[in-house]
């Protein structure tokens, strides 16, 4: 319906919103955009609880419509029920307090001091477990928490998954830094050159830049969907890999937007279909292929055409330059290895504080006993630690899970496009993707929101979702670079 | 009002999208956007014409309100009245219409082809008599237009005040042409410096980076209110007066947005009050202050600095180049002096055609044959004539007669500035445009919407609008630089 379609069409200009406050915004605008941003989402939430859609939906009979219009139909339903769930006093308390912690938690993280910002996130804690509740009826509140991500997901299949992950990560991971560390990229990369070089490497990788761009921003994202998705990336001049990897991974997100099937163009089937297949695509691009033994070969000559010779003499010392393993404390920064036991750590703990087994009081302790259960040392300042990421603060429980979620489903799909695609390696040393990225296009990218998630990646690639195949990659990968 | 705040934020989304249609958006998402901003249209004609806005006004008592509340009642009936006067059927049709005929007057200009254009544009025009008369109800339609750009104005007053200017402007621009030229600027000026340059000279005359940016767009505009005003300009290697007078005129635009009160921010006195007191802005900044023999000396080293040695030996002969006459065609190349005859031809065709004393048919001849008796020579091709503007694919009649009448209130403020200032020139000749933004903030750009355009300019110069001011002014500066 065309109500419908102008609430994808605005929610689309909300995106953009976002986008530019990141990349062109003036400094001083903040205020009057924080009014902006609000007067767009009350008018989202308008839409999205609209007695007409309650109308609409229940006079529909689902069974006259295709496959698209049943899977259109389960997701505005979805939406419709979740937005009429939650009192509306509630969504503006939310609102109202996450948009305040984020400040309190940067101030926090900044001064190195969990208990300024303990009080605003036992706040926060406290709307979302009511508001988990509300959702979740008679069911598991972080289950129902899950279902903003991650549709169909639950607790109990993570349990597992993670459960059979993080034995073999934590040894592959002491395993590993055993080992002698190989050499580390150094010296300086001009700004301007990585900027040049990431935006040839995500043509590369088969962003369409007629339908997109690439900018700078803090953090890098991408945004967006349809014919207009745009990502940014990052500079250092001393690391010109966060650049190009960064780029890669929002190339990832970016080309499954640009993707989807254009006939499902401002419905709700055309946005990639949960954070965690989301992150397969991401993931994929950025690690099965873009840290590749046979791309990083392609990438060696890419950066010498760029910046002259470097200190790594060969491809192949490149590749363990790209690959190198190393202590530390930071999610974001972390490598292939070690990400997951990030991850699996902040899923414990929203779901303690989630399910009342812990209170914000006692995060930092637990946070601080799980870091050197896993990683063997202690967390040194909380900037390195409970504060480091902004989710908490923003109400953002449920989310975590679906990046690791989204390495294994990348596992799998690397799987079964290397027994479909022979020669991925002799192509990716060619610096030509196409076979691996029109795969993941025609198994998966260009039907959207068609099927559920974990259906998602079923189609692809044929088996239920496991963590093996991520599993059996990672221990192959880093055993043959370190000589285990 | 929240709702009405809201609204407002809700418009200064929309203007932005329009500014990243013009800077930033990929050229593939044409489409895409075209619903997007479909959308927001939507929703903001939904709450302008929103029954509770009348409610509103129905309760109020504008009486015991102060006189910005007044004023603001005063903005936000017209607003309501004036969108609730309008068949929905035939906003919409206007808006198909108007969409569609954009891209054909394109082509046609493109093709030199009016016979192209002018069925569609009969169609607007059609439409827009129509609206006019809903508009007008037992009034002029032509003037009931003119408020959708100027309110107040009547097309009596732009009559006489353009009658006055007609001949004086003709006889001026005949004895101008009929001197010997002066040398005009030559030689190549890199893109980059020009828009280096023209961010400094942006600065100079006080707009404000903190709440806006300079980029490059096909066609210089102003965009947003208050803490997010971004304006555009254009590079041409072989000239660079038109970066940056064409930035110095938008500074005019965004200084004016960046100035008003900031207690008015996303209220309806947020914005400039009207289009013609807008252009005072713009062109005073432009013309009266940058074309001006003290701004040009200061301009003069500012270019020798940015691009060496020019073939123009010293300070009087660049500021003799800034302001050279020349034939032409073209309204947005022309000069001070022959640019209001190009508006006075556009005003009297419009009028005609809303008034059905011409129709569209007979546009082209009515064009060229006044355009021969004002210029003293004939148009060579359509897209010289009478299609070389948008406006009337847009339905934007009434609209032409807002950049003359700026032009004029330009002259009176002119006047007053400088009988207020009267060491303006010294300090203009040093780079310091202070004193003249200074006394412009204060006297006009600091009010906003408070006070009714005519009325915004009798309280800023204390005196009734006229063209004298403007008329002796321009027989001052070119009888001087051109010896009459």
Redesign the interface.
Same mark, same amino acid.
């Given at each position: 319906m065309a109500f419908q379609? &102008?609430?994808e @069409?605005?929610g689309?200009?909300s995106g953009?919103?976002g986008w530019?406050q990141e990349t062109?915004?003036?400094?001083?605008?903040?205020?009057?955009?924080s &009014?902006?941003m @609000?007067?767009?989402e009350?008018?989202l939430h308008a839409r999205r609880t609209d007695p007409r859609v309650g109308e609409w939906l229940a006079a529909i009979d689902g069974a006259a419509l295709d496959a698209a219009g049943q899977a259109q139909l389960r997701l505005i339903r979805r939406s419709y029920e979740r937005a009429v769930k939650v009192p509306a006093r509630l969504s503006v308390e939310l609102a109202r307090v996450t948009s305040r912690s984020q400040g309190i938690w940067a101030q926090a993280r900044a001064d190195g001091d969990f208990a300024a910002f303990a009080p605003t996130l036992a706040e926060v804690v406290s709307l979302k477990r009511e508001e988990g509740a509300a959702l979740a009826a008679e069911g598991d509140v972080y289950d129902a928490m899950l279902q903003d991500y991650e549709p169909g997901a639950t607790a109990d299949q993570l349990d597992a998954m993670f459960g059979a992950l993080r034995p073999r990560l934590v040894a592959l991971r002491e395993a590993v830094l055993a080992q002698e560390k190989p050499a580390a990229l150094t010296g300086e990369f001009d700004d301007a050159v990585q900027m040049k070089l990431t935006r040839k490497i995500a043509e590369t990788f088969g962003y369409?830049?007629?339908?997109?761009?690439v900018d700078k921003a803090v953090h890098p994202f991408s945004s967006g969907s349809?014919?207009?998705v745009?990502i940014t990336t990052r500079t250092n001049p001393a690391d010109p890999f966060n650049c190009i990897y960064s780029t890669i991974h929002e190339v990832g997100h970016g080309s499954y937007e640009q993707n989807i099937d254009a006939a499902y163009?401002?419905t709700p089937l055309g946005n990639g279909v949960s954070m965690g297949v989301h992150e397969s695509q991401s993931r994929i691009y950025e690690n099965q292929l873009g840290r590749s033994h046979a791309f990083t070969s392609f990438l060696f000559g890419e950066m010498k055409q760029a910046f002259g010779e470097m200190n790594l003499a060969d491809a192949e010392a490149f590749y363990r330059a790209v690959n190198r393993v190393d202590g530390g404390f930071i999610r974001t920064e972390s490598d292939e290895v070690q990400y997951n036991l990030h991850i699996l750590l902040r899923y414990d703990l929203e779901r303690a504080l989630i399910g009342r087994s812990l209170e914000v009081a006692d995060l930092e302790a637990a946070w601080n006993e799980r870091f050197e259960k896993d990683f063997g040392y202690a967390v040194d300042k909380p900037s390195n630690g409970v504060l480091q990421d902004v989710h908490w603060s923003l109400g953002l429980f449920g989310y975590f899970p679906t990046y690791t979620l989204g390495n294994v489903y990348a596992g799998c799909l690397h799987e079964a496009l290397r027994a479909d695609v022979p020669d991925l390696d002799a192509r990716l040393a060619e610096g030509d993707t196409s076979p691996a990225t029109t795969w993941l296009r025609e198994k998966l990218q260009v039907f959207g929101g068609l099927r559920e998630p974990r259906a998602t990646i079923e189609h692809a690639t044929g088996a239920a979702p496991s963590e093996e195949p991520l599993l059996a990659y990672l221990e192959a990968k880093f055993g043959d670079i370190y000589g285990l």
């Open positions: 379609r &102008e609430t @069409a605005l689309q200009v953009r919103l530019d062109m915004m003036p400094r001083g605008a903040a205020e009057q955009r &009014e902006e @609000a007067a767009m009350t008018v369409d830049m007629t339908r997109g761009r349809g014919q207009d745009r163009l401002l």
